[in-house]
């Protein structure tokens, strides 16, 4: 499909709901709103202009038309959320330029790399470490660890084709699944999650800070983290089972590094402290954004990075546009009552119907609609607030809603070979065939549905979350 026909579809549905009949109980304004909302969605999902592109015509359009004013359309871009956004992407920058998330997961190979199922379990500890810090799931699971996998399967002679089986698809699998499993532990983790931390508090008013996040994954995460690489041992085995040579590779590499710089050691002393600050704001009031920028100005004053990898870091800016125009998008659409009218619209349909039945429908349903989508937060944005509304009409938590709803946005990431930025290049290493990257992507969401739903809402009690 060409980009103009792109273009038409998205622009299409956009003036199909903006002339159809303003249902009762909705404001013209926030009718308005809804068309222009529901047609950048469509714009994200179809791409015919970069997401950057898409956002401010529909800002500058929601403004001419005066939808929303001036004041109003810029507003969410003091929004502390992106600027926590951004300054996470720049942790990552330092990550990446000063080889410290080369030197955890060489170093976790080292350690713990002797078998096949450990040298899983080595990566998965590696993404763990590095995912608070690294709000791009592509970069981290791509720009990171991919190039260290690829370079040990090669080492074993395995290569896409007929020695494909002896480990590379085994682990291009089960780095590619942690992956997903380790964006859901951190509200820095992958990009959109600080977003549905705002959209909670914009449509629910809930407010989950970086701690009580990280605090309702913990348990879950863990779980899968250890059964998802055990289930694809056992499910799609590799045939090399020991990698004893895994070891002599990644002590090589770190060789070959030489003794930590002291910029490792100063980025590794910055992440610590952002770490303990996050996790204790609720003592110490300070807010995540806050602690992220003062991480930031610590690394440009010792020279960890530059200003001109801050000017250059092209995906915090463009991230701060369109993230700003959703938020903002999404914030008005809640304040002008059409997330409050739909959800009382769909409670009514689901009267009669226990809020444990409606929540376990609605999460499979925002889980499994994932297939038609190729980005998380393409699937946030059109879906996050909409469902997590209904969900607490019909009578479930709020709290218990937001987080399972924000650990589904995550978890969605393993269905298909399309679904997040880490899974074109995970696939596109030629290891596993489609059919077998499907049919072990639904399995594992299954699996990942009962450990996070199922001990993970006992957990969430536990906690007093629900």
Known sequence: MSKSMRAIIAIVITLGIWFSPVPAGVKVQAWHLLALFVGTIVAFILQPLPNGATALISLVLAMLTKTLSISQGLSSFGNSTLWLIVAAFLFAKGFIKTGLGRRIAYMMTQAFGDSTLKLAYAFSLSDLIIAPATPSNTARAGGVLFPIVKSLCLSFNSEPGPTARKLGSFLMLSVFQANAITSAMFMTAMAANPLIAELAKKTFNIDISWGTWFLGAVVPGLIALFVVPYYLYKAYPPEIKHTPEAKDLARAELDKMGPASTAEKIMFGIFILALVLWATSSFTKLNATLVALLGICIMLITKVIDWSDVIEEKSAWDTLIWMGVVIGLAGFLAKFGFIAWLAKTVAVAL?????????????????????????LTAHV???????????????????????ALAYASNLCAGLTHF????????????????????????????????????????????????
């Open 351 to 375: 009267k009669g119907i226990s809020w444990i039945t409606a929540l376990v429908v609605l999460l499979l349903v925002y889980m499994y609609s994932h297939y038609g989508f190729a980005s």
């Open 381 to 403: 944005t059109a879906m996050y607030a909409a469902f997590g509304a209904v969900a607490i009409a019909a009578g479930a938590p709020a709290y218990l809603v937001a987080l």
């Open 419 to 466: 679904a997040t930025g880490p899974a074109p290049i995970y696939f596109g290493a030629g290891y596993v065939d489609q059919p077998t990257w499907w049919k072990h992507g639904f399995v594992i969401s299954v699996i990942n549905m009962v450990i996070w739903v199922g001990i993970g809402g006992i957990w969430w009690k536990i906690l007093g979350l629900w």
